[in-house]
């Protein structure tokens, strides 16, 4: 009964995981070429974004360790 | 015509504008007023404790950075027929989706946390101990969405609107000096002393607690589960400016309770502290703050855990809307409820770091905040997407104006949340 129990367990899992990745795959897939028109303005901004983020996590991760 | 004829046709023409203001009403009206949750009526109450009435005049200011802000998405939800999450997905590809939602996600859950921390407060003053709060609150929230009708949630959402206007009662039994008042919200102006980092902060923190990004989210998604198209937009704005007006108006009372009886007191840090001293002087307000206070907490917490499951619906593919009974959106209501579930349950384990959540939301928050703001401009420029409604010369202006001031001072506030000495 035990094993029975531990194998749906594991294979219920085993399959939510595997549906789950699955499904993301078809997402990236699906949303693989960005649609917006990129002009200088937009990659400028996109640019200027991806800077703020990296920074603002290096601050988080300064905090983090710091804490610890 | 004669004047009874021409009064006649006034009162009809202003019944059925009302009557399709009823109609098409919602999406900004409920958002607006969510928005101001369990952590809005904190800071309003902090604020008002700490300084008086001279912040009036700094919420009226809120009033058009709310309303720019909320309205774009009303625009870009009934013309795109996307909520924000997909909309990002489609125009900058899976990385900024991907961060997107799940930055949303982690958001919302850490919120909800906080909204769930505000209501067993509120009702912990009325002797209701925490467990029940949020058994019973769970349950109604479950309710309000099994039915599988927008229509319904956004009634009985409109309900618990009604009550979070509660404050305004509240600040007519305080009795106020009408004058101050009316003087510290039209004239600008700072407290005695001038300038200070404590000043500073505050203004970053009721910024901080009118745009949040669960908000946009929310909004857009609402917008296209109540099948909002491009001729309802007009009644999508002012629907949207009357939300602002009522946020910023509840925003004021709040202050001008806790400023007009708590003004120069010590350890009042949050709404619940400051609903526990207002019993002390005025039992009535101090009533009615509580009450609000939970109130504010339910609203949040109905909304921000909606923004959530709509966005992952919409990337996911699965059925997403109010209007499915939930064997027909099993995933929708199954990420709603579990969402609400270990909120609710976080808040009940003994010794939970739930300061540390507080804090952690306003810093997360930034992380997604300028991301959305940034690809709100963008979609509302592009013109292929929003050919006719996409933003004019004069509404860029205001939007990146009121977008970069945002994003610069959110993220001082978030640093200031971090390392609260950075200032001094």
Known sequence: ?68 | MNFWAKLFYGYRKVAKTIKIYLLIAGPGLIVMLADNDAGGITTYSVTGAKFGYNLLWFLVLLLPVAYYVQEMTVRLGAVTKRGHAEAIFHAFGSFWGWFSLLDLMLTDWLTLVTEFIGMTAALSIFGIPPVITIIIVSIIMMLMVINGSYWTWEKIAFLFCLVNLIYIPAAFMVHPSVNDVLYNTFIPHLPKGGFSNEIFFFLMANIGTTIAPWMIFFQQSAVVDKGMLEKDIAWGKMDTFIGSFFTVLVAIFVVVVTGTLLYGRTGIESAGQAALALMNINHSAGTLLAIGLFDAGFLGAICISLASSWAFGEVFGWAHSLNLKIREAPWFYASYFFALLTAGTVVLIPGAPLVLITLFVQVIAVTLLPAALVFLIILLNDEDVMGKYKNTLPQNIITITIVVLIIILSTLYALTALFPNIFS
């Open chain 1, 1 to 68: 009964m035990l094993k029975k129990i531990n194998d749906f367990l594991i294979h219920g899992i085993g399959n939510i995981i595997k549906n789950t990745i699955h499904e993301v795959r078809g997402i990236n897939k699906r949303y693989n070429i960005p649609h917006a028109k990129m002009t200088k303005g937009v990659r400028f901004s996109l640019i200027m974004l991806r800077i703020y983020l990296i920074v603002l996590v290096g601050i988080l991760f300064y905090k983090f360790i710091t804490l610890l």
